[in-house]
């Protein structure tokens, strides 16, 4: 006897009983998912809901926030609540229930016998459901007009192709693009009901992410993806516009390194002959603005030629090094002239066997005369060039705004 209890034990538990199945108006209902909305029996989730005509998808994108701008691989992650909602007609609904609701909540296990959109992001990296106890998802059912809203709770990283010639005066647009795999504008068109931050104070403070983020709807032109011969595809989605925070940037290089080429100036002001004070203070300048290249090429995003930002260090640099080699040049020059000045007249005197060499007193007085004369047009080429290099960097300054802001 006990034999036969164990054989029928393992019999139960190697074929489950069948779920229980209810009627509805002459549809089956799979028990546990809902006594008040059935599938026909001929239902096929592999069929379009309207065979003969157009799906309308409808995307509700609500953003939580945007989580990380990743300029070294062109990514942008973002936390939202991606909702997708469609009509099927194809459920049955009981009348009565339906006069009580306008909305049902259905468990998760329903979504399996569904027809659910194929939906294609473009350009996406990751997508990640989040989970706490079990996937952050929901599923409702409208009676009234008899459409399906899907929400999934996701942190989705998506592509956005930036360019930083501009950097750190640059302005990016992104796009976030959502359509169909394989069908299109005749099948199936994507339509864009709401779009931005679920909080919109949310979207106000994006100092620790380097950018002012605004989210705009997509132009007419996104909206459609020409695909040659396959045909048109409708899209939804958003315009990310990513405006930069340039303060920061203005601070920590932008003013000091031009604060640095208007001190160099100072150099014109110290005499030719203080050589340690005038080189001194060029050299340390020079060495400084090198350094503070070396860490914006660090720190600078990669573009195809020079950053904004590369191009105003070079500038500086090329200022600090114009003024070292003027003062080169006038050590130059003053070397020559006092190598010249060795070759004195001498006048030989003769007595007793032995030779005197006497300098004369008008080549002493000529030579002073002379060592006047060029400390005076020393300083006329210091005074040119302490006017003319402000001016050029002022010139500078007009044309690096004008072509980088505008």
């Given at each position: 006897?006990?034999?036969?209890w164990?054989l029928?034990?393992?019999?139960?538990?190697?074929h489950?009983p069948a779920?229980?199945?209810g009627k509805?108006?002459?549809f089956?209902c799979?028990?546990?998912?809902?006594?008040?909305?059935c599938?026909?029996d001929?239902?096929?989730?592999?069929d379009l809901p309207i065979?003969?005509?157009v799906?309308l998808?409808?995307t509700y994108?609500?953003?939580?926030?945007?989580l990380?701008i990743?300029?070294?691989d062109?990514?942008?992650t973002?936390?939202?609540?991606?909702?997708?909602?469609?009509?099927?007609r194809r459920?049955?609904i009981?009348?009565e229930y339906a006069n009580?609701t306008?909305s049902?909540p259905?468990?998760l296990e329903?979504?399996?016998?569904?027809?659910?959109?194929?939906?294609?992001i473009y350009n996406?990296k990751?997508?990640?459901v989040?989970n706490?106890?079990s996937?952050l998802?929901g599923?409702w059912i409208?009676?009234t007009?008899?459409?399906?809203?899907?929400s999934q709770?996701t942190?989705?990283?998506?592509?956005?192709?930036m360019r930083?010639?501009?950097f750190p005066?640059d302005?990016?647009?992104?796009?976030?693009k959502?359509g169909?795999?394989s069908?299109?504008?005749?099948k199936?068109?994507?339509?864009?009901k709401?779009?931005?931050y679920s909080?919109?104070?949310?979207g106000?403070?994006?100092?620790?992410?380097?950018?002012?983020?605004?989210i705009l709807?997509?132009?007419?032109?996104d909206?459609?993806?020409?695909?040659?011969?396959y045909?048109?595809?409708?899209l939804s989605g958003?315009e990310?516009?990513?405006?930069r925070?340039?303060?920061t940037?203005i601070i920590?290089y932008y003013?000091?390194?031009?604060?640095?080429v208007?001190?160099?100036?100072i150099?014109?002001l110290?005499?030719m002959?203080?050589?340690?004070?005038r080189?001194?203070l060029l050299?340390?300048?020079?060495?400084?603005?090198?350094n503070?290249?070396?860490t914006?090429?660090?720190?600078t995003?990669?573009a195809e030629?020079l950053?904004?930002?590369?191009?105003?260090?070079?500038?500086?640099?090329?200022?600090?090094?114009?003024?070292?080699?003027?003062y080169?040049?006038?050590?130059?020059k003053?070397?020559?002239y006092?190598?010249?000045?060795?070759?004195?007249?001498?006048r030989?005197?003769?007595k007793?066997?032995n030779?005197k060499?006497?300098?004369?007193?008008?080549s002493a007085?000529?030579?002073a005369?002379?060592m006047?004369?060029?400390?005076?047009?020393?300083?006329?080429?210091d005074k040119?060039?302490?006017i003319?290099?402000?001016?050029?960097?002022?010139?500078?300054n007009?044309?690096?705004?004008?072509a980088?802001?505008?």
């Amino acid at each position: 006897m006990k034999e036969l209890w164990y054989l029928f034990a393992c019999f139960v538990t190697l074929h489950p009983p069948a779920p229980a199945q209810g009627k509805l108006g002459g549809f089956h209902c799979r028990a546990g998912i809902s006594k008040h909305i059935c599938l026909p029996d001929k239902y096929s989730k592999f069929d379009l809901p309207i065979a003969q005509g157009v799906n309308l998808i409808k995307t509700y994108i609500t953003i939580e926030e945007v989580l990380r701008i990743n300029d070294k691989d062109y990514s942008i992650t973002f936390s939202t609540y991606f909702n997708v909602e469609w009509q099927e007609r194809r459920l049955h609904i009981d009348p009565e229930y339906a006069n009580k609701t306008n909305s049902i909540p259905m468990t998760l296990e329903f979504i399996k016998d569904l027809w659910v959109p194929n939906i294609f992001i473009y350009n996406l990296k990751t997508y990640k459901v989040i989970n706490v106890l079990s996937k952050l998802a929901g599923l409702w059912i409208n009676t009234t007009t008899s459409e399906v809203l899907y929400s999934q709770a996701t942190h989705i990283t998506f592509i956005c192709p930036m360019r930083f010639d501009k950097f750190p005066l640059d302005t990016q647009r992104c796009t976030f693009k959502v359509g169909s795999y394989s069908y299109d504008m005749s099948k199936m068109v994507f339509l864009t009901k709401t779009i931005g931050y679920s909080d919109e104070n949310k979207g106000s403070n994006r100092i620790a992410l380097d950018y002012d983020i605004e989210i705009l709807p997509l132009s007419e032109k996104d909206k459609i993806l020409v695909f040659g011969d396959y045909g048109n595809f409708s899209l939804s989605g958003f315009e990310m516009i990513l405006t930069r925070y340039v303060s920061t940037y203005i601070i920590t290089y932008y003013l000091p390194s031009g604060l640095f080429v208007i001190v160099s100036w100072i150099s014109f002001l110290i005499p030719m002959d203080v050589i340690p004070g005038r080189m001194a203070l060029l050299v340390t300048l020079f060495l400084v603005l090198v350094n503070i290249f070396n860490t914006v090429t660090t720190n600078t995003p990669k573009a195809e030629g020079l950053t904004a930002i590369e191009a105003w260090m070079l500038a500086c640099i090329l200022f600090v090094f114009g003024a070292l080699i003027e003062y080169a040049a006038i050590l130059f020059k003053k070397q020559k002239y006092v190598s010249g000045q060795h070759k004195v007249n001498l006048r030989i005197v003769s007595k007793q066997d032995n030779l005197k060499y006497e300098v004369q007193e008008k080549s002493a007085a000529r030579h002073a005369i002379s060592m006047q004369q060029l400390a005076e047009e020393y300083w006329r080429i210091d005074k040119f060039f302490l006017i003319s290099f402000p001016i050029l960097f002022f010139v500078f300054n007009i044309i690096y705004w004008l072509a980088f802001i505008l």
